[in-house]
């Protein structure tokens, strides 16, 4: 039998792998059937890019705060090199 941590990484699974095909979704939509709308979503100094830079600040943010925390030293360092990294994209992002 299966316990209760088991189904819930299937239950997460698909919740994640359905919202992948929504955004996709979503993105072929306005591609194909509303292309001023997606044109001025993907433009230069819109909202979509600024999203995208605190998304990536966010991300950053976090996973420079789990380096710090008690751990392998290996993941400490990756957690640590991947939140520069995303630190840097969103900088990249706002200039």
Known sequence: MRN??????????IFYTLLALFIVG?????FYYSPVNYTLLISEDNIAEYLTAVCFG???I?????????????RKVSWGLM???ALLIAAEELS
């Open 83 to 85: 939140g520069l990294i």
């Open 4 to 13: 209760e941590g088991q189904r819930w990484c299937g239950v997460e699974l």
């Open 62 to 74: 976090i996973l420079l705060t789990l380096s710090f925390k008690r751990g392998p030293k290996v």
């Open 26 to 30: 979503s993105i072929y939509y306005l």
């Open 58 to 60: 966010l991300v950053g």
